[in-house]
């Protein structure tokens, strides 16, 4: 086992991180920005060195000031956590001729499938099902076209080194492909480094299912069920669940079975997330892209299987084989997440940065928060809003709605707004509660609620 490992993350999933790290008897060593330097994980953490100014680009982005803070501190190990350098192959790359393990997959495999067009011709060649689309990258908006006409409208564009949900614009009619080509191409640009883009055929009305997968050195290649990420807005997750109200069990087999060949196929190690679209029918499935890191919505795994995917990232990473508990975990109850965000949700969303003057956090049986923030903890300009996740776990999906409902209401935070009311209203509908809705429902839902336009 490592004796001392650096998070190069922020926020909860560095606290995240560090608990794990604690109870596997390591030492933990928090980098941070000038903006965080307030922070929880900063706090609990054995040693921690600053990195840089508040904007993540001189800051968390900066691979020279991680490895050196790494080389300072003598770390065994470097955690990513999500977002950021979580799925930069070249930060792989460099912790791997640094002597220093990397946590996570080999920074071949995270090339390989962090190429959105690679990923889908490596599903392609498995015999995993996929949706039409280009043959690789579109260099321009007349090829845009061509191939538009070819697979028929609607389709999306997608950003080839994207994730999140950026450098993806939705394309309804020819009118507006050439616009959406530009902005998908420009927010690749501007997220990634990269503004190569791709194509597929745009499913319509489809939920968004992502396989939770666990490999080892030695062999051993499960997964722990599926999640349910359809409840989006702008391809930004607000609710999630596990498992899914839409899956059967011979679709949840076949779609493990595939998820399973695939790591198995590309040789892969450490935890990652394979991403699925399925028809409104719930009868085809379709792979969309892996995510070669842990996962925001990783909670709610853990409480349905009984596991600590993290503790279980860094034991692959020492070499150690899958944990008996996780290689024999069956799902029990059900889970769902909330996450809460510093933003208006109505006021078009607006970003809700600033002093938290109070703070209260739900508790109670099946209630879990996962958090960074306190009363008097400062929310920065500069990050994802994301500052809390509530996940509650109920014997029943009936009886985790309710306790979600519960859970929220009696969450206390002044000085912000954030997007509680709006999730403790997406509750109360019949289309949630019934287990109605897909990646449309809450930009329909927010429609109707007169919170957006058009």
């Given at each position: 086992m490592f004796k001392k490992v650096l998070v190069a993350n922020r926020g909860e999933i560095a606290l995240r991180v560090i608990?794990?790290?604690?109870?596997l008897d390591v030492k933990t060593v928090a980098v941070y920005s000038e903006a965080d330097v307030d922070s929880m994980h900063v706090q609990l953490a054995d040693q921690a060195i600053c990195i840089g100014p508040g904007p993540s680009t001189e800051s968390y982005l900066k691979i020279p000031r991680i490895i050196a803070a790494a080389e300072i501190a003598n770390v065994d190990a470097i955690h990513p956590g999500y977002g950021f350098l979580s799925?930069?192959?070249?930060?792989?790359?460099?912790?791997?001729?640094?002597?220093?393990?990397?946590?996570?997959?080999?920074?071949?495999?995270?090339?390989?499938?962090?190429?959105?067009?690679?990923?889908?011709?490596?599903?392609?060649?498995?015999?995993?099902?996929?949706?039409?689309?280009?043959?690789?990258?579109?260099?321009?908006?007349?090829?845009?076209?061509?191939?538009?006409?070819?697979?028929?409208?609607?389709?999306?564009?997608?950003?080839s080194a994207g994730g999140g949900g950026r450098g993806m614009r939705p394309v309804l009619n020819e009118a507006t492909l050439r616009s959406s080509y530009q902005q998908a191409s420009m927010e690749a640009l501007k997220c990634f480094g990269d503004g190569s883009v791709y194509m597929e055929k745009l499913v319509e009305r489809p939920h968004h299912i992502e396989f939770q997968m666990v490999a080892d050195s030695h062999g051993n290649v499960i997964h722990l069920g599926e999640r349910d990420c359809s409840m989006q807005r702008r391809n930004q997750k607000i609710i999630e669940e596990c498992p899914s109200p839409k899956i059967s069990d011979a679709m949840r087999k076949e779609m493990g079975d595939a998820s399973v060949k695939l790591c198995r196929e590309i040789g892969y190690e450490n935890c990652g997330t394979i991403e699925y679209l399925v028809d409104n029918d719930g009868k085809n499935f379709y792979f969309m892209e892996m995510n070669t890191r842990i996962q925001v919505e990783h909670p709610i795994t853990e409480e349905v299987y009984?596991?600590?995917?993290?503790?279980?990232?860094?034991?692959?990473?020492?070499?150690?084989?899958?944990?008996?508990?996780?290689?024999?975990?069956?799902?029990?109850?059900?889970?769902?997440?909330?996450?809460?965000?510093?933003?208006?949700?109505?006021?078009?969303?607006?970003?809700?940065?600033?002093?938290?003057?109070?703070?209260?956090?739900?508790?109670?049986?099946?209630?879990?928060?996962?958090?960074?923030?306190?009363?008097?903890?400062?929310?920065?300009?500069?990050?994802?809003?994301?500052?809390?996740?509530?996940?509650?776990?109920?014997?029943?999906?009936?009886?985790?709605?309710?306790?979600?409902?519960?859970?929220?209401?009696?969450?206390?935070?002044?000085?912000?707004?954030?997007?509680?009311?709006?999730?403790?209203?997406i509750l109360t509908?019949?289309?949630?509660q019934q287990g109605n809705y897909d990646i449309t429902w809450v930009e329909n839902f927010l429609r109707q609620e007169g919170l957006v336009k058009g």
């Open positions: 608990r794990a790290c604690k109870e799925e930069k192959a070249e930060f792989a790359e460099i912790c791997d001729r640094c002597k220093i393990k990397f946590i996570g997959p080999s920074s071949k495999v995270i090339s390989m499938m962090g190429d959105k067009n690679t990923a889908r011709a490596t599903a392609r060649r498995l015999g995993v099902p996929i949706t039409p689309g280009s043959d690789g990258v579109i260099e321009t908006e007349d090829e845009a076209m061509e191939v538009a006409r070819a697979i028929g409208l609607p389709v999306m564009i997608k950003a009984g596991c600590d995917l993290i503790k279980e990232q860094i034991q692959i990473a020492a070499g150690m084989p899958l944990s008996e508990h996780i290689l024999k975990s069956q799902p029990r109850h059900h889970s769902i997440e909330c996450r809460i965000n510093a933003e208006d949700p109505f006021n078009n969303f607006q970003p809700s940065p600033g002093k938290i003057h109070h703070w209260y956090a739900p508790g109670g049986r099946g209630v879990r928060v996962d958090t960074h923030v306190y009363s008097g903890y400062t929310v920065p300009p500069y990050y994802d809003s994301m500052i809390a996740k509530l996940i509650v776990t109920a014997a029943t999906r009936d009886a985790a709605i309710k306790r979600m409902r519960r859970a929220l209401s009696e969450f206390q935070i002044e000085g912000i707004k954030t997007t509680i009311p709006l999730q403790s209203k509908t019949s289309d949630f």
